[in-house]
Structures are given as structure tokens and as C-alpha cells.
């Protein structure tokens, strides 16, 4: 299983970044996770438009799924459009997206597969064991599983067992840290900080950490320093371009 990182901020894009997006490919197939803004302009430097096998959003709010109006419109405007898009999300969650053009100009280009969190959804080669964690708006932490290896993706998400289950044994755990080391009052159920995510990370017992979903202006080295503070393991954070290759991870 491959990851490649799109983008990793989180709120808004800073300058010359993208936010969430995650390309996630396995046999072949070809998996985007949340289209975040700025993502597609990432991903078109990898892959076309229409080898994107499958997407899957895990809340619709806009820095994770933006750019799956680009992504659709480079796919529908072609001369030979592909085959619709299969896109994963949670009922409802993409209606203000999907309501950017008019209607009927990109219904031919997907194929909307709504899913209930908690809801076990094989998507090409993986395993996809969904869990909803809290959020402000419904959040559906995915964890994908494909050639005996695991990734663990929170989307956003404050502080919950939950967490810690959708992570448990992961090979990677793609962990949202929107703070270093302190959220602010008035968001603390609904998002968390790199110590946070440390501290799940040790209690799931997973292989690495990718801290991702910095917020522009938290600055990466105190983070990884936060997260440090509470888990032993390899600590990275997620910027665009990033590839890791779970199958190298030692077992
Ligand atoms: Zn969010």
C-alpha cells in the first residue's frame, strides 16, 4: 500500500500547500481520500483525472472536499469521459460541493456511494472499516486495509476511544493535529492537538505517526516535539508530495 501525501494543512491552504488529500494506491487501484482545496492541482502532477479509481470523503467540510468539483470537471469535460466516479461519503455531506455547477453538468461523472459510519465498504482492493468520530459536522475515520497492512485516517476529529480503536496495531496512523500542543477552548471536543494524537498513537500502539491537518501558522517542529512527548515511535508530518510505502514498513 502506497500513500502519497497531496496536501496536509488543515483550515485553509497556506501559501504554496494544499490542505487534506491523500492518495492511497494498492494493486493498482487507485483511492483518493478527501479532495481538500488545492489538492487536485497535486494530484494532476501524478496521475490523470480519470486513473482515480474511487474517492472517499470522510466530512463535507470544504478543505476536505473542495476540489472534487475540479476533479469531476477534468473528468466530465473531457472528449471521452471515464466511467463515473464511485465517491464514498456520509449522507449529505457533499450536497454543497456537488451544488457548485449546475445540475445535470456533473451528474454523469459520479456515482455517489453514501454510507452509514460504522459501516464495514470494500473499495477496490481495500478494506474499508469506517467509525465516526466527533467533529463538528458527521466525521468518518476510515481504516483502510489492503496486502496485510493497515492505515488509519482520523479526518477531523477531537479526542475519543474511538480513535484509539480505528487505530489499533495500524502499520500508519494519519492522525488530524490542528494545534501543537493546546486547542483552544471553544473547539476542544471537535479537534485535537499533536500531544493528542502522541497520546492515542501510544495507546493504539501503532508502527508511525503522520501528523497532519496543521493549521497554517502551527509550526511542524513543535508539533512533532508534542506528539514525541507522549509516543515513542517514528513521528512524521504530512506535506505535499510525501510517499510512504507501507509495505517497506517492517513488521
Ligand atoms: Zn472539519
Redesign the pocket.
Known sequence: MLLTILGGC??WPGAGQACSGYLVEHDGFRLLVDPGYATVPRLLERVTADQVDAVFV????P??CADLNPLLRARAFRDDPPAPLPVYSLPGALDAVLALDRPGILTDAHVLREFTAGDRIDIGPFHAQTRLLP???P?AGVRLTAGERVLAYT??TGPSPEVVELARGADLFLA?ATYADRVPEDLRR??SSARQAGRQAKEADVRHLLLT?LQPGTDATAARAAAGAEYDGEIGIATSGLAIDLSCKPS
Open positions: 488543515g483550515a470522510s466530512h463535507g467540510h478543505d476536505h467533529h463538528s459536522v466525521n479526518g477531523d488530524e471537535n479537534l491537518h
